[in-house]
């Protein structure tokens, strides 16, 4: 599950084709804008440019001439992150989940280390530094952990640089080795939005590890987008403010290893992936956006749907919907405001009214199950939090006081809200569940990484997704890629799930029946499955396509009608990026 929702946020990575206007003395000029384009690095002369682009439909390393202005593919399909060598001879790219490098002149390819991503060349070209994942025991159900690794080119000799603070979350990213060869910088962060990334220093020598927050003003949550090295001393970051779906704003940033300070240089919107330096006061970046909309599939007989049909369209991100209990209105968050907000759209006249309004991040709503009260996420109080209000949004309230605690879901009594907690240390990350008054929290299962809870109908289950190996009150640790778990609240016993690498739950009560419904890639496509649940036995029968083909083309979210008659998914509906040089930057030097 952690994969797929990584791939969901990468995707958010290549999303608008337009420039922003010029910030201060700041130029902004378009190298690169046909294809989702990102990932760039540039040679040491500064006259040819290498990015990952989407060109019909595959995406692999191009090259451009920035003299000539022409562009070719240099890689194989599928490739991707290519980073010159220092000497400008070669190209270093992945392709496969393994690190390749190929000859400019010669177009020869060579494999440089197998299960290896994110790498980049020492100061003198001799090695890799990259990131992998290694199992934490030697059984097959160990959980995994993402460690740093460097091979000699010559020789092929691989060593383990630092493991030991990646293990929370999803790992390191963005390994990048200084000029002086005397550190490597690595983004740590988590697979959680509301969870800040923080910089990672190690010295490849010592193996010494040093982590710093990367703080920004009136930003609760900052994500790593991309990093270069302007000097030994300072580091140029791409920063996102929240990151993947929670905002298309950012930041370029540089970070002073020698003070250990952040400074903030130029805003920018919308951000994308991936930045490299180009000369003295000058940057070559990713901008990119991503547009979501909502589209609704209804019950036409027994086991018959209609066509899809769209309920929201324009240059927004419209995700994450929730039916209300009567079926009246559709929940959902959208940044059509400028952040995120929760919004109501009603299935008989179409309006539309915004439900919370504050300057920071709310999202991932839920109703009670009386349809009187509004959960949902935020980060008004600096952390992402749940808060809960009246069903049109009035008289918010905070319920949880956590490092971090998202996705909220209600159980039918009303008693309880679960919801999942990160960034909390090993033996607090998890699903939990607390009272609406702020009381009796409780860890229900704890996970290394936990999504999207959503209790049944009767309260007795819940579904999750998980990855690391998931432990409940009682039960022994379960396969790291076992993703998609249900777990019966009462004793904590994970039940067998015929699919179990769907994601983002919903349940319904039809005629009596309980059904799970999910989202279900496959190597062929992504569908929504409706599953037939046995709560007495607790077991789930084979699932049933509901939605298939390019009707679900990047479907990451879904909501349920209560009856099971109707559901909404949220559909990718534009991803457009390109590669900007920022010039003009006169204190990225400073």
Same mark, same amino acid.
């Given at each position: 599950m %952690?994969?797929?929702?990584? =791939? %969901?946020?990468?995707?958010?990575?290549?999303?608008?084709a +337009?420039?922003?206007?010029?910030?201060? $003395?700041?130029?902004?000029?378009?190298?690169?804008?046909?294809g989702?384009?990102?990932? !760039?690095?540039?040679?040491?002369d500064?006259?040819?440019?290498?990015? #990952?682009?989407?060109?019909?439909?595959?995406?692999?390393?191009?090259?451009?001439?920035?003299?000539?202005g022409?562009?070719?593919?240099?890689?194989?399909?599928?490739?991707?992150?290519?980073?010159?060598?220092?000497?400008?001879?070669?190209?270093?790219?992945?392709?496969?989940?393994?690190?390749?490098?190929?000859?400019l002149?010669?177009?020869? $390819?060579?494999?440089?280390?197998r299960?290896?991503?994110?790498?980049?060349?020492? !100061?003198?070209?001799?090695?890799?530094?990259?990131?992998?994942?290694?199992p934490?025991?030697?059984?097959?159900?160990?959980?995994?952990?993402?460690?740093?690794?460097?091979?000699?080119?010559?020789?092929?000799?691989?060593?383990?640089?630092?493991?030991?603070a990646?293990?929370g979350?999803?790992g390191?990213?963005?390994?990048?080795?200084?000029p002086?060869?005397?550190?490597?910088?690595?983004?740590i962060?988590? =697979?959680?939005a509301?969870?800040?990334?923080?910089?990672?220093?190690?010295?490849?020598g010592?193996?010494q590890?040093?982590?710093?927050?990367?703080?920004?003003?009136?930003?609760?949550?900052?994500?790593?987008?991309?990093?270069?090295?302007?000097?030994?001393? @300072?580091?140029?970051?791409?920063?996102?403010?929240?990151?993947g779906?929670?905002?298309?704003? =950012?930041?370029?940033?540089?970070?002073?290893?020698v003070?250990? &300070?952040?400074?903030?240089?130029?805003?920018?919107?919308?951000?994308?992936?991936?930045?490299?330096?180009?000369?003295?006061?000058?940057?070559?970046?990713?901008?990119?956006?991503?547009?979501?909309?909502?589209? &609704?599939?209804?019950?036409?007989?027994?086991?018959?749907?209609? /066509?899809?049909?769209?309920?929201?369209?324009?240059?927004f991100?419209?995700r &994450?919907?929730?039916?209300?209990?009567?079926?009246?209105?559709?929940l959902?968050?959208?940044? *059509?405001?400028?952040?995120?907000d929760?919004?109501?759209?009603?299935?008989?006249?179409?309006?539309?009214?915004?439900?919370?309004?504050?300057?920071?991040?709310?999202?991932? !709503?839920?109703?009670?199950?009386d349809?009187?009260?509004?959960?949902?996420?935020?980060?008004?109080?600096?952390?992402?939090?749940?808060?809960?209000?009246?069903?049109? =949004? /009035?008289?918010?309230?905070? +319920?949880?006081?956590?490092? /971090?605690?998202?996705?909220?879901t209600?159980?039918?009594?009303?008693?309880?809200?679960?919801? #999942?907690?990160q960034?909390?240390?090993?033996?607090?990350?998890?699903?939990?569940?607390? @009272?609406?008054?702020?009381?009796?929290?409780?860890?229900?299962? @704890?996970?290394?990484n936990?999504?999207?809870?959503e209790?049944? !109908?009767?309260?007795?289950?819940?579904?999750?997704? %998980?990855?690391?190996?998931?432990?409940?009150?009682?039960?022994?640790?379960?396969?790291?890629?076992?993703?998609?778990?249900?777990?019966?609240?009462?004793?904590?016993?994970?039940?067998?799930?015929?699919?179990p690498?769907?994601?983002?739950?919903?349940?319904? +009560?039809?005629?009596?029946r309980?059904?799970?419904?999910?989202?279900?890639?496959t190597?062929?496509?992504?569908?929504?499955? *409706?599953?037939?649940?046995?709560p007495?036995?607790?077991?789930?029968?084979?699932? $049933?396509?509901?939605?298939?083909g390019?009707?679900t *083309?990047?479907? $990451?979210?879904?909501?349920?009608?209560?009856?099971?008659?109707a559901?909404?998914?949220?559909?990718?509906a534009?991803?457009?990026?390109?590669?900007i040089?920022?010039?003009?930057?006169?204190d990225?030097?400073?």
């Open positions: %952690a994969g797929l929702l990584l =791939g %969901a946020l990468a995707m958010s990575r290549f999303g608008a +337009v420039a922003p206007p010029p910030v201060g $003395e700041a130029t902004l000029r378009t190298l690169v804008a046909g989702p384009s990102s990932d !760039p690095s540039l040679a040491p500064g006259k040819t440019l290498a990015f #990952t682009s989407i060109r019909n439909g595959e995406m692999r390393v191009w090259i451009k001439d920035l003299v000539s022409s562009e070719s593919a240099l890689g194989p399909s599928p490739s991707s992150k290519p980073i010159f060598s220092p000497d400008g001879t070669s190209v270093l790219f992945e392709k496969e989940g393994s690190l390749y490098r190929i000859a002149a010669t177009r020869e $390819e060579r494999l440089v280390a299960e290896a991503r994110d790498g980049d060349w020492s !100061p003198d070209g001799r090695s890799v530094v990259y990131m992998r994942w290694q934490e025991a030697s059984d097959a159900g160990a959980p995994l952990r993402r460690e740093v690794a460097v091979i000699d080119i010559g020789s092929g000799q691989q060593r383990s640089l630092h493991s030991g990646l293990v979350g999803i390191g990213a963005f390994p990048r080795w200084s002086d060869g005397k550190r490597i910088a690595i983004a962060t988590e =697979g959680q509301g969870v800040p990334d923080r910089l990672g220093l190690l010295d490849p010592s193996g590890f040093e982590q710093f927050a990367l703080p920004v003003s009136r930003v609760a949550v900052t994500k790593v987008q991309g990093m270069s090295w302007v000097s030994a001393r @300072r580091l140029a970051l791409l920063l996102a403010d929240g990151g779906y929670l905002g298309a704003s =950012g930041r370029i940033a540089v970070f002073d290893v003070s250990k &300070q952040l400074r903030s240089l130029l805003p920018l919107l919308p951000i994308g992936s991936g930045i490299a330096v180009a000369g003295k006061g000058s940057l070559v970046v990713s901008l990119g956006s991503l547009e979501q909309s909502l589209h &609704q599939v209804e019950r036409t007989g027994p086991g018959r749907w209609g /066509n899809a049909a769209p309920l929201t369209e324009g240059p991100s419209d &994450q919907p929730a039916y209300s209990p009567d079926g009246r209105w559709l959902f968050s959208s940044n *059509r405001s400028g952040n995120l929760v919004w109501r759209l009603s299935r008989e006249s179409g309006e539309l009214q915004r439900l919370t309004d504050h300057e920071a991040q709310d999202w991932d !709503p839920a109703s009670s199950p349809g009187r009260r509004l959960l949902f996420s935020s980060n008004r109080s600096g952390r992402f939090q749940i808060w809960m209000a009246d069903a049109d =949004g /009035n008289s918010p309230r905070q +319920v949880t006081d956590f490092e /971090n605690a998202q996705n909220p209600m159980t039918g009594d009303g008693q309880w809200v679960l919801f #999942t907690r960034d909390s240390g090993e033996d607090k990350i998890g699903v939990w569940k607390i @009272r609406p008054d702020g009381t009796e929290a409780t860890l229900v299962a @704890r996970t290394r936990a999504f999207v809870p209790v049944s !109908p009767d309260g007795r289950f819940v579904a999750f997704n %998980a990855s690391g190996g998931t432990a409940g009150p009682r039960p022994g640790v379960l396969r790291p890629d076992a993703v998609a778990q249900v777990l019966r609240l009462a004793d904590g016993r994970a039940l067998p799930l015929s699919a690498t769907a994601y983002r739950f919903r349940w319904s +009560v039809e005629d009596g309980t059904f799970l419904w999910a989202i279900v890639p190597a062929e496509d992504i569908s929504v499955r *409706r599953f037939a649940f046995d007495d036995r607790g077991v789930t029968g084979p699932g $049933e396509v509901v939605v298939r390019s009707a *083309r990047m479907l $990451e979210s879904l909501g349920v009608a209560r009856d099971g008659s559901l909404t998914y949220s559909q990718t534009s991803v457009r990026t390109q590669i040089q920022v010039d003009g930057l006169g990225l030097d400073q």
